[in-house]
């Protein structure tokens, strides 16, 4: 077996237990479900593209971008549990090289991201069937969202991990950026209607362009705005990526 | 020597290594050759260069300067074929938290490549060599911090190596657990396992060691047998004697040549002599001439410990 699919193994084995997979399927649900429901009140239709959406559908389809997040967040956590436990050097000592390891998280926390994304899919298809569109063309917009929203959500763990050393410090900052990423996006209330500033800021988080680039796969809806989304969300995985790997490589041990 | 030989001789051979840290030097030009098969203990105080220079060893930091051959491979040319050859117990704590016991054995063996049927062997034999059948099923999480020292170093005995460096790994070890691990570490190494081992235990180093190398500000100032150590630097030994009346004995032997008088309570006295024997008599005939019953006494040759403080201290002189 190559060394690393030995270590997505090894990542994959300490990251899912039972308690992570749970979460990652009832923290959604109690969105899409609870506040999907509840908020129908307040925000009956939103308009996406050339179409108006039911605001379940709508959060349904937000919380698949929001799960790859959240889960990639935490496996992206993988290298700061690795230094906080000893197990970074350990590996390092191993047969492996930090290439290697680097690759290692990447490959986890895509599929784990996927993973999520699917789980999601699966449980908010009921609210969103009617109005899907999937076809040749827009399918692979959600799988490279997907792709791309775990790498660069993975990296700012990565980047966040190598240089706090601190457990009370990295869960500040964490649960930060969490909160931001998280109720400053689309993928719980669209832009329009919300206070300009509030919806220009939506623009400054990669969660945004990640849920509408998933919404545009799922609904069929492909315009330039979408094109943009998706190049800015591939610039930023690659920077962040790039950024992430160079810190790791230059940790000391 | 030929190349050949040497690299069938020699597990680890350094010539000059050193190691610096912008103006610091924390390790300066050793030279350390460790024969094949052999524990070899590597001694300093506390920041000597011991963990440095296994940290170089081990591949985790490239040297400054100097070469190093592990198992017959260029530590700085071939970084990687050397890891994949050797085992590492480092000092500092390692493991992962969510993981039971058992399944941190597997795992382990799984990212070393062990076939899963010898994985599964070998987890059950680890378990029970390291007297950790009955925590099989807990979490490292919830481990005290001897076991899970007990785990992390089970570990490392998942895969095949020809050579493994412990770094004080009986830190947090009770005595029991403490000798089962240097008695399982001796199997090893009939079974041709090479060890290089530091710790800060004098008395472990004194019962597992073939060869002792004692490092302080990152130069290598002693290297030898345990036993050649003694007769090197050790030749004083320590007399006690217990007599029944209290009296002035400092007083009494002060005219022994090569008689250091190091504790004298009145009626337990404690000496140092390079020449143990003839001062042993000389102080008996003045106590006897004195009338002073002796109830009991001893000689002592002089420990490890005692080589090896002096030494350090000889060399920060």
Redesign the interface.
Known sequence: ?HEII??V??NL??SL?MGFVIWQIIFPLIYIFVAGFAYTALIHQVPFGNKTLDYPAFIATGMIGFNIMNSTLISGIIIW?DRR???F?????????RAQYILSNVYTIGIIGLVSAAMITAVGYPLFFKQVEFNVLTIPLVVFASITGSILFGSIASIISTRLKSSEGFNVVINTVFLFFAFVSTAFYPAQGAPPILSTAFYFNPLTYLVDVVRAGIFGYFNGLVATEMTVLGIGATVLFLVATKLLSKLE? | MGRKESILLYSIEINSLSKSYGDFIAVDGIDLKVEKGKIFGFLGPNGAGKTTTMKMLTTLIPPSGGKMNILGIDGIKSPLEIRKKIGVVLQQPSYEPTLSVEKSLEKYGMMWNVEKKIRKNRVEELLISFDLADIRKKKNDDLSIGQRRRVQVAREFMHDMELLFLDEPTVGLDPSARRGLLDFIKGKVKDGLTIFFTTHILEEAEYLCDDIAIINKGKIIAVDTPADLKNKFGREKTIKIHVSEQKDMSSLLSGIPDCTVEHDSGTVLTVRSSQSEQVLQEILKILASNHVPVEDLSVVPTSLEEIFLSVVKNSNA
């Open positions: 077996m030995r270590l193994n090894r084995t300490i237990n549990n436990h000893g197990m050097e350990q590996i390092l000592v191993g047969p492996f090289t041990l």
